[in-house]
Each structure stands twice: as structure tokens, then as C-alpha cells.
């Protein structure tokens, strides 16, 4: 079957960092965006970052420009999500996705979604 598994989260003190990973399996995403996106309680599901099939392409939400960084290995099936000098407001259920849509920034561009893995930014 075609997974997408989020690992790497858990609990951080403000201005930490964390690295998220996405395994993906059941196939290969080629020419795929895979993105990432996260979601608190009670709001829609928010675009983070993502990074196109080649990594020429990388498309950040104003709220994390600086702070963090993706980057996919394409031969392991895997994308990386780097978070530096976390805050709190960071906190959500992070979320990564593939997308073979015109848009890296929608939702509605993404096919295949993974299960999230919890981020929390104590202060």
C-alpha cells in the first residue's frame, strides 16, 4: 500500500530544533512536490514549506522563512524538515504530503497524505 509515515516530533523548548522525516513507500513519487503542512486544534491545515521533485523548487510559508529548511533523498524516498529556534506557536500536528498539482501552497493539490507527527514548543 502507498504510506506516507511522519516521524521526528515531539517536545522542545523554545528556540530548540527538531527534524522531521517522511517515509514514503508503496511507491515512488516521482516528479512529485512533496510538501509539509501542520494543523492546531479548531483551524484549518496550513502550508509550512515543500520542495519540488528536483529540490530547484522550495516554497516556505512567511511564518517559518529563516528558520526552517527542507530537503528530499530522493534515492531513500524521504523528505526532511529541519526546524530551528522553535517557538510556540509552532506547535500543530505536522503533516507531509504529495502533490502532483500545479501548486505547492494548496491542499487540494496533495494526493497522499501521512498520519502526522506531533511537534510541541514549550516556553
Known amino acids: 500500500q502507498v504510506q506516507l509515515v511522519e516521524s521526528g516530533g515531539g517536545l522542545v523548548q523554545a528556540g530548540g530544533s527538531l527534524r522531521l522525516s517522511c517515509a514514503a513507500s508503496g511507491r515512488t513519487f516521482s516528479g512529485y512536490t512533496m510538501g509539509w503542512f501542520r494543523q492546531v486544534p479548531g483551524k484549518e491545515r496550513e502550508f509550512v514549506l515543500a520542495i519540488s521533485w528536483s529540490g530547484g523548487g522550495r516554497y516556505y510559508a512567511d511564518s517559518v522563512k529563516g528558520r526552517f529548511a527542507i530537503s528530499r533523498d530522493n534515492a531513500k524516498n524521504t523528505v526532511y524538515l529541519q526546524m530551528n529556534s522553535l517557538k510556540p506557536e509552532d506547535t500543530a500536528v505536522y503533516y507531509c504530503?504529495?502533490?502532483?498539482?500545479?501548486?505547492?501552497?494548496?491542499?487540494?493539490?496533495?494526493?497522499?497524505w501521512g498520519q502526522g507527527t506531533q511537534v510541541t514548543v514549550s516556553s
Open positions: 504530503a504529495a502533490s502532483s498539482g500545479a501548486s505547492a501552497y494548496y491542499r487540494s493539490s496533495y494526493e497522499y
